[in-house]
């Protein structure tokens, strides 16, 4: 079973940097579209950022301009870069396929203070 395993996350000031990290068993990264997923404390999962295998990235309206997502094939692992980081992008945050076909990481806790 392919496993994940989210790493990275952390406490961050308003304006600061995280640097995400997935690390997938197999080569599911390299096989399919991934993508980070986030889970804001009493709200649902949503996608935030994705890449497709041709390297295509997409992102949603509310981290466009400030997160990156990349992707190392020969290491199983995928990347989301956040830069200018807010309050509202406190939240646990995952990766997956997209659409989503495995079972969930634990995730990795992002906490950005005003």
């Known amino acids: 079973q392919v496993q994940l395993r989210e790493s990275g996350g952390g406490l961050a000031q308003a304006g600061g940097s995280l640097r995400l990290s997935c690390a997938a068993s197999g080569s599911i990264v390299s096989s399919f579209p991934m993508g980070w997923y986030r889970q804001p404390p009493g709200k649902q999962r949503e996608l935030v950022a994705y890449i497709s295998r041709g390297g295509t990235t997409n992102y949603a309206d509310s981290v466009k301009g400030r997160f990156a997502i990349s992707r190392d094939n020969a290491k199983n692992t995928v990347y989301l870069l956040m830069n200018s980081l807010k309050p509202e992008d406190t939240a646990v945050y995952y990766c997956?396929?997209?659409?989503?076909?495995?079972?969930w990481g634990q995730g990795t806790q992002v906490t950005v203070s005003s």
């Open positions: 997956n396929t997209e659409p989503t076909r495995l079972t």
